[in-house]
């Protein structure tokens, strides 16, 4: 079984910070792209953020120079860390990562449950 679970949301006010961790566990050989989605209430879920194997990102428009994505690639974990909070940004943000589970197999993509991220005063 693989896992990816996330933490780090919350309720935040406009200018705020926070960061969101989502952390890899089970049987992996290894994990290719890693990324942040975002969906909020009526809308479809979006790409926010990703992160190859090898560190090369890619943003949504709507938060480049704000949010910034990181990996420890040795422990599994892939981070957001998410500047001058809007409350446009307020969403469940997901964590996926596309994982190899053997040696032999093809990536597979997997999600997390997702974390709640409000921004409000």
């Known amino acids: 079984q693989v896992q990816l679970v996330e933490s780090g949301g919350g309720l935040v006010q406009p200018g705020g910070s926070l960061r969101l961790s989502c952390a890899a566990s089970g049987r992996i050989f290894s994990i290719n792209t890693m990324g942040w989605y975002r969906q909020a209430p009526g809308k479809e879920r979006e790409l926010v953020a990703s992160i190859s194997s090898s560190g090369n990102t890619n943003y949504a428009d709507f938060v480049k120079g704000r949010f910034s994505i990181s990996r420890d690639n040795a422990k599994g974990i892939v981070y957001l860390q998410m500047d001058s909070l809007k409350p446009d940004d307020t969403a469940v943000y997901y964590c996926?990562?596309?994982?190899?589970?053997?040696?032999?197999?093809?990536?597979?993509?997997?999600w997390g449950q997702g974390t709640q991220v409000a921004v409000s005063s």
């Open positions: 996926n990562a596309d994982i190899v589970r053997y040696s032999f197999s093809n990536p597979v993509s997997y």
